[in-house]
């Protein structure tokens, strides 16, 4: 097996995730080190068919959630799928799932099962919702969470208009986030107490705190001491501001800021003579009208004079990219972020940088998305299987093996 870098180093993941949320949790573990084992289904993860190269079963949501890991394929639907796993299991340290609970153990892979094989195994199963209510057998989605947390409603609110998504998969990448770290967590505690444990991560519970903790507000008193909603967040005005020549950023909050920003616009005297600048509380309750006088006194300069008049220690202020003005960032391209790299099925490809620097322990990326069943006999060999076995379940289309290339 190859000598892997990085904090996780040494640490193996029986990844059964798809889609988003999940991988984006077990890619965060293989981008530190860890042995990340994608373990796919014969058709293999939904979203490697998604944009271009999807034919090859490497688009580009694929590619960007799946690096860092090796693909075996496992057909655990059949007896023999789900026994091959169980030994797979003995070796792992973490299994992260987010398949229902329920069908985990009609497979006969549910925490208790895998725990007698292996005590020390953290279980990590992300699902939808806490299986303590009545809402736990659901499935869910990042379209489902926006809107069942209320997100959907507060972007409609915001904007006067009518409830909608980010477009941007904010629950599932965020709950993986959130997955990431509680796998961390739990294989620290490990270290503590010589045990494994399951740990269920639910979506739902996981996204109504991070909503609330900055719309709940007023109703965090009881009695309610006001309404819903941060209104600094909720200012319609609160967006990019235009200039002559493009949209920036500037976030003026302070005293100080709002001082330095209302004297370059020669309007100081406002300090004094309007209310509404006396201090935070005030700004706070007065921020949208304060955010059109900002928006309006924008508008009659361009970008680079912004720039040059309002000091960037001071007050942060930013020029808006674009997708394809961010590929080309100065910052970025200084610290090597974006790197292109081949890759041996579909050709070059543009990748990200591990984002966590680190001065001994060193991150790297090592491997681009792998291709379905691309590691599936080294994977059995390296778990002790002998070449007989492993082509029978080769004949038996137990697993797949990607044929090599000539």
């Known amino acids: 097996m190859t000598e892997f870098s990085g904090p996780l180093s040494g640490i193996k ?22 042995d990340v084992i994608k ?16 034919e090859h079963g490497l688009g580009p949501l694929f590619l960007g959630l799946n690096r860092n890991k090796r693909s075996i394929v496992i057909d655990l639907k059949s007896a023999a799928g789900a026994e091959l796993l169980l030994e797979l299991t003995k070796s792992a340290d973490v299994l992260a799932t987010n398949i229902r609970p329920a069908a985990m153990a009609r497979l006969g892979l549910g925490y208790a099962c895998l725990a007698e094989l292996n005590p020390q195994l953290i279980y990590a199963s992300m699902v939808g919702f806490s299986q303590k209510g009545p809402y736990g057998p659901k499935a869910a989605y990042d379209d489902m969470m926006q809107a069942a947390t209320g997100l959907a409603a507060v972007m409609g609110q915001q904007a006067e208009g009518e409830p909608r998504y980010m477009p941007l998969a904010i629950a599932d990448r965020s709950v993986g986030l959130y997955a990431f770290g509680v796998i961390a967590a739990a294989l620290y505690a490990r270290t503590r107490t010589g045990k494994g444990q399951c740990v269920d991560i639910p979506m739902f519970e996981t996204m109504v705190p991070y909503v609330l903790g900055d719309h709940l507000y007023g109703h965090t008193f009881v009695p309610s001491q006001g309404e819903f909603g941060y209104p600094r967040l909720m200012a319609k005005n609160r967006r990019p501001y235009k200039t002559k020549d493009g949209y920036v950023c500037c976030l003026i909050y302070t005293d100080r800021q709002w001082k330095i920003f209302l004297e370059a616009v020669g309007k100081g005297d406002l300090l004094k003579t309007d209310p509404r600048f006396a201090d935070i ?8 009208e304060l955010y059109q006088l900002v928006s309006e006194e924008l508008e009659q300069r361009t970008t680079g004079e912004w720039l040059g008049l309002l000091p960037e220690n001071e007050i942060p202020i930013f020029p808006m990219h674009t997708l394809d003005t961010l590929l080309e960032d100065e910052h970025l391209a200084a610290t090597g972020f974006f790197t292109e790299v081949e890759h041996p099925i579909i050709g070059k490809i543009r990748e990200t940088a591990v984002p966590s620097e680190w001065s001994g322990t060193v991150p790297l990326n090592r491997h681009p998305a ?7 006999v080294d994977v059995l060999r390296e778990a002790g299987l002998g070449e007989q076995r492993i082509n029978q379940l080769l004949a038996e289309k137990v697993v797949f093996q990607r044929p090599q290339a000539a």
């Open 281 to 288: 509380r005030n700004r706070t309750a007065h921020i949208d």
């Open 13 to 34: 993941v029986l990844d059964l995730t798809t889609v988003f949320m999940g991988p984006s949790a077990t890619q965060m573990l293989g981008d530190l080190g860890a």
């Open 370 to 376: 792998a291709a379905l069943g691309e590691h599936t």
């Open 39 to 54: 373990v796919e289904a014969p058709g293999g993860d939904s979203t490697r068919t998604l944009g271009p190269n999807g």
